[in-house]
């Protein structure tokens, strides 16, 4: 039996609602992926719809991990990082790459949707994460982000910033990838009338596994758009509460 393969995931851990590590580390492990967490920041909650929220910046914590695999030589196969607490772990990113330089480097820069930032992303931040877009094999900035990354341009813009291929979510009611060798295509998807947060999170996540288990771009994308649209479904249709985000859990065994 070969060695399953490892990915270091770099983002929040909310203690409710379903996003972030909470999605990444199940659908991964689900995959056949060993998902390793390193929490950027550890809230009570999610802020989408939980009130004033708990929360715990853990960039001393980053720094003394990565130091700890480091001193124990410990690399993984790809990094897949996700939000960011403030500009200063954008750098830490940047250490993990170098520590790490065969992996394959999945970015969702989160810091906005709906046309606006989020609460608490400084302005800089677009700017700011162009260091870890240079870098990055895949992007998978929302269309929001996408606008703010490459000031407003078409999505063909993103590929200056440096990035291998970039596949942009929610571009009207389909996913757009293209890449620095001439490729692209688009997956359509059927929205439903709500929508919940993490769905973005639930995407990238079955991207990377289905990538990391040897797919080809085009079919992770369309397996990434189908099961994400299923569990949204499911759970409009389940009357889920949106600030729970969706339910995806009874709908893992699709993964297998």
């Known amino acids: 039996m070969t060695d399953m393969k490892r990915a270091l995931v770099v983002m929040d851990l909310s203690s409710v609602g379903r996003c972030a590590l909470s999605v990444a580390v199940p659908v991964l492990s689900c995959m056949g992926v060993q998902a390793c967490a390193l929490p950027t920041m550890l809230l009570s909650a999610h802020t989408g719809g939980f009130g004033q929220v708990a929360k715990l910046d853990t960039s001393a914590f980053m720094r003394d991990a990565m130091a700890h695999w480091k001193a124990q030589q410990l690399t993984f196969d790809a990094i897949y990082i996700g939000y960011l607490g ?7 990113c940047a250490q993990l790459m170098d520590q790490s330089p065969d992996a394959f480097v999945l970015l969702d820069p989160v810091m906005a949707d709906h046309g606006k930032l989020y609460a608490g ?11 870890l877009i240079q870098r990055a094999d895949l992007i998978v900035p929302n269309q929001t982000e996408a606008q703010l990354l490459a000031d407003g341009e078409s999505p063909e813009a993103l590929l200056a910033l440096g990035t291998k291929a970039a596949l942009v979510t929610g571009a009207g009611d389909r996913n757009l990838y293209l890449d620095q060798a001439g ?3 688009e997956v359509p998807f059927e929205r439903v009338p709500q929508g ?7 995407f990238a996540s079955v991207l990377l596994g289905a990538l990391m288990c040897g797919q080809p771009i085009k079919e992770a994308t369309t397996l990434a758009t189908d099961f994400v649209q299923r569990a949204t479904q499911f759970s409009y249709d389940g ?8 339910r995806f859990e009874p709908l893992l065994h699709l993964l297998h």
């Open 183 to 185: 490729a692209s295509f």
């Open 196 to 202: 919940y947060p993490g769905t973005g999170d639930l």
């Open 86 to 92: 403030n500009a200063g772990q954008i750098e830490l």
């Open 239 to 246: 009357a889920l509460p949106v600030r729970e985000g969706v």
């Open 121 to 131: 992303i400084e302005q800089s931040r677009p700017q700011a994460l162009r260091q």
